[in-house]
């Protein structure tokens, strides 16, 4: 383990793919998916209680993803995703404010019924899976032409990939070198059909290979991996003035929208990916590096706890 | 000068102007178009404006609300008015875009695409249908009728916000005339072609020639002075022009060149019902059946003739009859 002395404080180095990503970055990290996970199921009861204006899509099992992603990103990088399905990873993670968010996305007031939630840095994005590709290519050619140095991160899942929008845009950013970092979360999972009945080659990672395009097959529920990677692929983008695409091969452990019948999965299956869920993964590493002990631990739970307790939708 | 040189000439103009517009298209780059109307644009302004897609109709207006996001004011042409039907997903978006997102993002977005008949493409490639397209939200549809009118159309259509599509007709691009130099002033809604006082006539595109026909016929046959709109814009429709003008005449006959239940002008006959009871309307409309191969096709689509009969069949025989 490696120590360093930076002012004062003693800062401790996390190692994950053979870099090192500074301890109390990876604290930070540890807490967004901490939040994810709390406001989350402070959103079921919500929904529960009818109180919602659109559905929960359920991030359980995948906060590592947009968290990881999100946490690379600054204000040269545009989000494109849609900001209410299945993003509060990205939203936390990018530190988007999340009263404004919830007001818009969850509890629409009759005076701005028909806005939707777009803060800066991120794309007008569209609800209907695969229809954000072509918007992303269209990002990327005026950021390419107007010479901003931006990057279009698109962010989508397996089972927006498998419409065809998906192969015609990956084809066109190699063709015209966009700069557009595609992102997948693999969850296995469209819906209710499993991979190996949507998708005849079973592995996502081959198309962008097929159109030549750089490709990082990383592991979804490691927020450290994800999030070099990303910054990786970045470098990448703007370097190599390509696009790049990262596979995050994750598991959606809770139902697809909060009240759903979640019975199509084996338990085998589910239990399995339990295991490897990814804040409980993290955290063993984190007391393993000792970055976290339970003093630290306690202070982040009692400022995720504050957090939660200040956002005014639910007062 | 030729229709596509016209419209060249408008986008040479449109892009030497304004180096934040793209264009986008199949075969709009060395080949000029299928129609040659982006002849030599490549040349001028390059690849990374002059953008030579694959047939990836489903993309497009995507690419466009993103270009425009984005900072751009991208130029789409989709060569036949059929396919824009595979782009209607992405264009039912950029209209609703427009007020989902408010202020938010600003686009203005040109498609251009050819549609209509009586070139002999078939009954895949001859459609003039727009009634499908007059649904999706805060679209802006725009049909020149001469030379002039495509020039100054596209030059108009770039200064306006929201999406705006130009429907070129296929027929136009055969014909050739001069930019009126002060064209650019009546482009607000429609134009009254033709002053008159028996009859009025509404049409739009390639039609309005041939009102113009029939209304020559009409004057040296029956004695008949027939008034004729060319709706430039044909959506929104510029209802009080056409108002006026049957006020004055009492009588219309609504030309188009698709069947009824496909186009737009049902929609005026119903607003004119509304506004002036028991007036008398003639609809001159393409036959309800496949367009033909060949020259068959003058079978299904309207023509002068059936212009002249409709304004005769008001004027002339509708009188004989009251007598």
Redesign the interface.
Known sequence: MLRYKSGKLYRVLFRSLGIFVDGNFCLDLYKKMLLVRALESKLEIIFKHNKTQWFIYSVLGQEACGVGVASALTHKEQLLMPLNYRALGYVIGRGFDINHYLKEVLFRTQENESAIFLPKHTLPYSLSLGANFSIGIGAAIANRNLMNDKVCVCVFGDGAATRGTFYSSLNLSALWRLPILWICENNNYAVSTPMEKFNASGDIAIYPKAFGIKTYPVNGNNVADIYITTNIALEYIRTERKPAFIKLDTYRMGPHIIGDRDDYRPLEEKSRWSARDPIRAFRKKLLGYRILNHAKEVSILESIEQEICAIDVWK | MKFAEAINKALLEIMSADD?T?LLGEDVGKFGGRFEATHDLLNSFGE??V?D??I?E???????????????K?IIEIYYNEFLNIAF??LW?AGL?Q????N??QSSIIIRCVFGGYVRRGPEFSSAAVGHLISIPNIKIYAPSNVSDGYWILKEAIRQPGIKLILEHKALYRTSGIIDTEGGRSLVGGEIKRKGSNLTIVAYSYLVGSALRAAEILFDSYGIDSEIIDLKVIWPLDFQLILGSVRKTKKVVLVEECTRNAGVLVHIENELLKNIPRLNIENVTAKNDLIPFGEEETAVLPSIIDIVEAGERLCVRNKLLQR
Do not use: C, M
């Open positions: 934040r793209i990374n404006r953008f897609t694959p990836n489903e993309l497009f207006i995507g690419i466009a609300l993103g270009a425009s996001a984005g900072g751009l991208p997903d992405d978006r875009w007020k989902l997102y408010k938010k993002v």
